[in-house]
C-alpha cells in the first residue's frame, strides 16, 4: 500500500518485505525508534541559496550545520518529520517501491 496513506489511516503497520514480516508497530512508534533526526536548511552561498539536508545522528553533518549556522549563513531552518519510507529503509535496507500491478493508473 502506499506509504502516506498508511501513515494516516492504520493504527498498526506490519512492515513486509518479500513476503516476510520484518516488524510490527504504529505509525508513531516506528517513527520514535527508526527515523533519524533531520533539519532542512537554506543556506546562503556567494551569490545564491541552496536547500541541503543534515542528518543530526552523524557528526560531520552536526559539526557542518554548526559551522554555517556560526558563519550567519543559515537563512532558514526546520525540523523534517520522519515518514514510514525512511523506517522502511532502515529495517530492510531498501527504498520501498509499491509493486506496478497496485499502482495508479494500473491496467491490472
Same mark, same amino acid.
Not at 51 to 67: C, I, N
Not at 78 to 96: D, Q
Given at each position: 500500500?502506499d506509504?502516506?496513506e498508511?501513515?494516516?489511516?492504520?493504527?498498526?503497520?506490519?512492515?513486509?518485505?518479500?513476503?516476510?514480516?520484518?516488524?510490527?508497530?504504529?505509525?508513531? $512508534?516506528?517513527?520514535? *525508534?527508526?527515523? *533519524?533526526?533531520r533539519?532542512?536548511a537554506v543556506? *546562503? *552561498?556567494?551569490?545564491?541559496?541552496?536547500?541541503?539536508?543534515?542528518?543530526?545522528s552523524?557528526?560531520?553533518?552536526r559539526m557542518?550545520?554548526a559551522?554555517l549556522?556560526?558563519? $550567519?549563513r543559515?537563512?532558514?531552518?526546520h525540523?523534517r518529520?520522519?515518514?514510514?519510507?525512511?523506517?522502511?529503509?532502515?529495517?530492510?535496507?531498501?527504498?520501498f517501491?509499491?509493486?506496478a500491478?497496485?499502482?495508479?493508473?494500473?491496467?491490472?
Amino acid at each position: 500500500h502506499d506509504m502516506e496513506e498508511a501513515e494516516e489511516i492504520c493504527d498498526r503497520i506490519a512492515i513486509i518485505d518479500h513476503g516476510r514480516i520484518v516488524d510490527t508497530d504504529t505509525p508513531a $512508534g516506528f517513527k520514535t *525508534r527508526f527515523a *533519524r533526526p533531520r533539519v532542512d536548511a537554506v543556506v *546562503r *552561498r556567494e551569490t545564491e541559496e541552496t536547500r541541503h539536508v543534515f542528518d543530526l545522528s552523524r557528526e560531520p553533518d552536526r559539526m557542518a550545520l554548526a559551522r554555517l549556522i556560526e558563519e $550567519g549563513r543559515v537563512v532558514t531552518l526546520h525540523s523534517r518529520e520522519a515518514n514510514l519510507r525512511e523506517v522502511f529503509l532502515r529495517l530492510t535496507g531498501h527504498e520501498f517501491d509499491l509493486p506496478a500491478e497496485m499502482r495508479e493508473g494500473s491496467s491490472s
